[in-house]
């Protein structure tokens, strides 16, 4: 045995820190593992061939592969993350705009309660709210 196993087996606190390392590196290695595929998947410029072999490479060889893919693509995960949340924030600000142009915009139905009760008050005559009636509906 190791100076450092024994020791952290005097102390429980130690054997508890270490512990706590390993799920912790456990936990990044995983989290890492999972950008990268992401990363090979979202990536345009691949043909399927390529994100296939990237794909067996890294699922193969976990530890060798992600080094790899890390050396020869790492510098553009980045801007693979910024360009999809660019083209995801566009597409939710085109369906606010879409949503919120269709809000202001009334209703038929609205339209002719408000033009029945113009008549009812007096304003409009027969032939006047006939001929509103069928703009509105046509």
Known sequence: MD???HLAYDYPV???FWTMMWIFLWVMWLFLLFRIVFDIFRDDSMNGWAKAGWLLFVLVLPFLGCFVY???RGKDMGKRE???????QKA???YIRETAAGAGKPSEVEELARLSEIKARGHLSEEEFQRAKE???H
């Open 82 to 88: 910024i360009e999809q949340a660019r083209a995801q």
């Open 135 to 137: 703009k509105i509906l």
């Open 92 to 94: 939710f600000d085109s």
């Open 14 to 16: 130690l054997g508890a």
């Open 3 to 5: 100076g450092y196993t």
């Open 70 to 72: 890390l050396l020869a």
